[in-house]
């Protein structure tokens, strides 16, 4: 997902672009720089969500393909709206100050990102022209807004192929070596 002011982006998706906003609790769809539709979140579950989203796609004579199986948790989100405007802050933060980071190294790199499973935001260097991350060495920076073993949001490097050693090597504080999950570097 694309970080953008207060919350993420789809992208162009073909058919417009989905924006998540944390303040508003909203997401929208944006189609030629306009709002099509935009549902509130408070109050959702998973499935009522989708089911909500597919229903306004249908009213655009818009018939996306979605594997509905995996999204069956009918639990209510519960959004408070000033922990969600502070959320929307910190990600602003979390992202000038990685994006600022990353302006300052040379080399090949993917895009500052926030991929959706832990929503954590990151990318990648890479040590060579060739950016396949299954087969290139590449160093891998960045925010984890909360992860299992982790008591506190942090920031996070890890090296692959990780070098022998690395992590015996002294780093300053507040930084550490974690080794429990992944074998990088911590600052909580």
Not at 104 to 117: D, F, Y
């Amino acid at each position: 997902l694309n970080v953008i002011g207060g919350g993420l982006s789809s992208g162009e998706l073909g058919v417009g672009e989905l924006v998540l906003d944390y303040a508003g609790s909203t997401i929208s769809l944006k189609r030629g720089g306009l709002v099509a539709f935009t549902i509130a979140l408070n109050g959702q579950s998973q499935r009522s969500l989708v089911d909500n989203l597919l229903a306004a796609f249908r009213g655009l004579d818009i018939t996306p393909e979605l594997d509905r199986a995996p999204i069956d948790d009918e639990t209510p989100f519960v959004i408070d709206p000033d922990t969600a405007a502070d959320y929307a802050k910190l990600c602003d933060w979390v992202f000038t100050v990685m994006a600022r980071f990353r302006a300052r190294l040379n080399g090949p790199q993917t895009p500052l990102v926030v991929w959706p499973h832990h929503f954590d935001f990151s990318f990648i260097w890479f040590a060579t022209p060739d950016m396949d991350e299954h087969k290139a060495p590449h160093m891998n920076f960045g925010f984890a807004p909360e992860s299992a073993g982790f008591d506190r949001p942090y920031f996070y490097m890890y090296a692959w192929p990780m070098p022998e050693g690395l992590t015996e090597q002294p780093i300053p504080a507040p930084a550490y070596w974690n080794t429990d999950g992944f074998s990088g570097m911590v600052i909580d």
